[in-house]
């Protein structure tokens, strides 16, 4: 990675990494906003709807899993543009899935497809925001969340929006698609090249291999902060 950046070149990768951060959060809402339509378009019981979404844990798990070996060996920038462009193409998929094929079994591919390019995305942004704040030099992350949250904000609102208004799921879909990769092709060229990359000739940091990458999730730590999050999972699903 570049390490001698202009004070403007760090504020526009700044900038830039609070937009990516909004646009997971933005796909996000769109595809909640639109279950309800998805679910009646389908004919799917609650039942069955609860085994299509489980396409979104899938894809998501195997995501996360495998996005430090992405990074590891293409950087952060290019694993953020590839993840926004996979979980775009969940979003058609799923669109097409629900509408014009009514099949369930598309819909879960599209959601998995969409949970895999989401997870490895939201990885390599994490990271990238952690080298972010290591370059301006203070906390930032938080503010990186908040715009996580104000995507899902904006997602929702046009969700809603599309529904009053009669707007079909796969044009919305569609616009949300080209919104996200207009926007992630404009702001992934602010980000420098090659956070988290591993140089395979460097004897201080030395790149690690699969099994050491792997290892982590046979980690206590991990595994004990897995399961607290499953326990707030299950509180937030059943707690309604």
């Known amino acids: 990675m570049n390490h001698s950046l202009s004070r403007r070149q760090i504020q526009l990768w700044r900038i830039a990494t609070y937009f990516i951060f909004a646009l997971p959060g ?5 595809w909640v906003s639109r279950t309800p339509n998805i679910r009646d378009a389908l004919g799917a019981t609650t039942a069955e709807m609860g085994w299509i979404i489980f396409g979104l844990a899938v894809g998501s798990i195997f995501g996360l899993s495998s996005a430090s070996h992405f990074i ?12 926004l462009v996979i979980s775009s193409i969940g979003l058609i998929v799923i669109g097409i899935g629900s ?9 879960f591919l599209g959601l998995a497809i969409f949970g895999f390019g989401n997870g490895i995305c939201n990885v390599a942004m994490n990271l990238e925001g952690t080298a972010v704040e290591k370059a301006v030099g203070k906390s930032l992350l938080t503010g990186f969340h908040a715009a996580f949250s104000l995507g899902t904000l904006l997602g929702a609102m046009l969700g ?22 207009v926007s992630v ?3 992934y060229r602010l980000i420098p090249e090659g956070t988290g990359k591993e140089i395979g000739d ?21 595994i004990l902060i897995g399961i607290v999050v499953l326990g707030m ?8």
């Open 185 to 187: 092709t404009y702001f």
């Open 99 to 107: 509408f014009w094929i009514t099949f369930s079994i598309v819909v």
């Open 202 to 222: 460097d004897p201080v940091n030395p790149p690690m291999s699969t099994q050491e990458r792997m290892a982590i999730w046979r980690e206590r730590r991990t």
């Open 26 to 30: 933005f796909a996000v809402a769109t």
């Open 160 to 181: 809603a929006a599309a529904i009053k208004f009669g707007i079909i799921v796969p044009i919305h879909l569609m616009f949300v698609m080209m919104l996200i990769l």
């Open 72 to 83: 590891a060996h293409k950087g952060g920038r290019y694993v953020i543009l590839t993840g």
């Open 233 to 240: 999972a299950f509180c937030g699903r059943f707690g309604k």
